[in-house]
């Protein structure tokens, strides 16, 4: 790999930006491509008509006579571009036409001359570009080019910098991909090519922050190669700062004492029903929270039996935490006694700061953190559980069911419908936590404590967005090879207030970049909130698959059917049954059933062809996961079924056999129990539904699959 002339691409963007321009012309772009071994066709800048015509003489052939001007940008629109230009003399007469039309169209701009240029085409259009997402950061993108990008938007992004195979991965991503692979007949393109060019963009962009957005459309591909027919560099005009991140180590001890505090202060803490100081005195208390609790009331002489302190400053000292319980107007005060008082860590329950349009109040909390070096959880939240320590720091209601689910959300409500539904379906949790306004610690800081965190199995987030996307993802990607992380993203909507002057800035501009990074990152996003919660309680009772082969046992043909096309949506593989194993299947069914997959055992059968049949799939190696399928028989009753597959797959476990195992359930409200009878038992089953079961047993493979899992 031929190294990037660094000196020209920094001389040119440095020149640009000294004149106050936020865009290159394109014989910058092309200059700054051929730094980065960028390909693209052969052409030279006539200032002058005889120059344009020497020109095509000289590439003699068919060329391209594009305007080049720092104040038109969209040349086409500005009739400054002329194709299929043969000869001088038809170079001398584009020369003057395409001049004259810019200067119609603009008549104040800078006219630098006409870029004449060899004239490519043939093969597959496709667009390579980068943009700098406020999220994310360098994001580059790949997809169809030309006409078609705009009407088809088959594009994936990735965070860049990417390596070559991963970029040869977004050449195969787009849904157009056969296309490109020579779909009926068609000459297929040089992958390799397409994935050379998007790795040097993203490189490229990487290298040099101030690059704002980069596109090169259309790139013309066959299977010679790949040619960038057009470029567009646009540049920040101001000064490009990189965010300051704590390191992981630094993260991680202050996260520590925020979750496993050994004190805790209550900063408004009160006697009096009705006050949310008094219920997270209760909380805390009544939860059985072991460390020491101080209440700090100026006005009270001890509250729930523990002594009330003036101030913060009267404290004693190794507070651990501060949990806020007072009004946003006196929270700046509070927080700087925090700071002189060495507490590490303050838990902001009090609304009226950013979300009512307060951000000058949050800025001032926020300096005072950073100045103390205080980790600041919220403002606006319901505040936080951590069950292992019997830590129950919010004003909602007490919860301690421990499990091995974390759970974090933005929204007071969205945390109250988790509480709800982890109490309802007895899903124990080992953290709830309120992020809010997120004005200090955020996702990536939690997921740092969780992938250590002995207690945690898996984490489910609500989120509206993501203050540093990028340490998001980094942190995730070192998570996610652990552990399964749930992310539900609201808010589907453009992510970028400032208007795009590219293709790829107006393509980044939706719910795709989010789409595409967080699977990158390793993460299962769910479409909804009862998905993101059904995830969260089924992913860590699933074994790992081990392989991609899944197969439906059902008593309904239906049911088969319907679990069929779950599969479908869900991204699983119906496994091609061998000969062999179809045999063994249809030794224990009925002549009228079917074999083959799904296996339809009809509804009619007594327990022991369930039995058999689920031994069956558990036993032979070559299955990776079941789909069972139950219909409501007086022959084989709902909570018959339910016992006989527990034990069945009970046994096998003892073997050490233990794939996910998952089911769905049709009959009368006798099914309700049975599968909550098969949850209890590790089997992920629910009533009425032949969706969800098949949804859980796909975010377990989808994790499974980003982690490098399965065999």
Known sequence: MATPDKATVREILAGVRAEGRDALTAPEGKRVADAYGIPTPREGLATTADEAAALAAEIGQKVVCKIVSPDILHKTEAGGVIVGVEGPDEAREAFDKIVANAKAYRASATITGVQVQQMVGGGQEVIIGAVTDPTFGKVVCFGLGGVLVEVLKDVTFRLAPVDVTEAAGMVDGIKAAEVLHGARGAEPVDVG??????????????????????????????????????????????????????????????????????????????????????????????????????????????????????????????????????????????????????????????????????????????????????????????????????????????????????????SGGIGMAILGFARTTKMGVSAIVGLGNKSDVDEDDLLTYFEQDDNTQAVAMHLEDLKDGRAFVETAQRMTKKKPVVVLKAGRTALGARAASSHTGALAGDDKVYDDILRQAGVVRAPGLNEMLEYARGLPLLPTPRGENVVIITGAGGSGVLLSDACVEAGLSLMDIPPDLDEAFRRYIPPFGAAGNPIDITGGEPPSTYEATIRLGLEDPRIHALILGYWHTIVTPPMVFAELTARVVEEAREKGIDKPVVASLAGDTEVEKASDYLFDHRIIAYPYTTERPVAVLGAKYRWARAAGLLG
């Not at 005009?237 to 991140?245: A, D, F, K, N, Q």
């Not at 202060?265 to 006050?275: L, M, R, Y």
């Not at 403002?379 to 951590?386: E, F, K, R, V």
């Open 193 to 410: 090519a397409l994935a050379d060019v998007i790795e040097k963009v993203s490189r490229l962009v990487t290298d040099f922050p101030e690059i704002r957005e980069f596109d090169l459309n259309p790139v013309f591909a066959d299977g010679r190669g790949a040619t960038a027919a057009d470029i567009r560099i646009l540049v920040e005009t101001g000064e490009v700062t990189e965010p300051v991140r704590p390191s992981q180590e630094e993260i991680l001890s202050s996260m520590t004492r925020l979750m496993n505090p050994r004190s805790v202060a209550v900063v408004g803490a009160s006697d009096q029903e009705g006050k949310i100081g008094n219920s997270v005195m209760k909380n805390l208390v009544n939860g059985g929270f072991a460390g020491d609790i101080h209440p700090v009331n100026p006005k009270a002489e001890e509250i729930l039996g523990r002594k009330a302190y003036a101030s913060v400053s009267d404290l004693p000292d190794g507070v651990d935490v501060a949990v806020f319980a007072i009004p946003a107007k006196f929270v700046a005060g509070a927080l700087t006694e925090c700071g002189e008082k060495g507490i590490p860590a303050a838990v902001m329950i009090p609304s009226g700061f950013a979300e009512t349009g307060n951000q000058e109040l949050q800025d001032e909390i926020v300096d005072i953190a950073h100045r103390y070096n205080i980790r600041m959880l919220g403002p606006n939240i319901y505040g936080y559980y951590y069950t292992p320590q019997n830590l129950c720091a919010t004003f909602c209601t007490p919860y301690d069911v421990k499990g091995g689910v974390a759970l974090t959300s933005q």
